[in-house]
């Protein structure tokens, strides 16, 4: 809302910063996931690279480090 000189009051202001704030926090979030799955892919591709274990095997660890991430941040946003 704007007061009656036609500035922006104090409610819209701090509307404004949560809002920044909130996008902010969700992009670093969400950098810091890529971040994390990133470094996991890197190590298993290079881990199975150097051990020749089966293909089946890369993607079912794959997939249970993913699903342990996402279990253990997923308490992080309460």
Avoid at 43 to 68: K, M, N, S
Wanted: glycine share 8%; proline share 3%; no cysteine.
């Amino acid at each position: 809302m704007s007061n009656d000189s036609g500035r922006p009051s104090r409610s819209d202001a701090e509307s404004d910063r949560s809002a920044f704030a909130a996008l902010t926090n969700g992009s670093l979030r969400l950098l810091g996931d890529l971040l994390a799955v990133s470094l996991w892919v890197l190590f298993l591709t290079l881990l199975f690279l150097e051990t020749a274990w089966p293909r089946w095997a890369f993607y079912a660890l794959l997939l249970i480090g993913v699903g342990v991430y996402v279990s253990v941040t997923a308490g992080w946003l309460r």
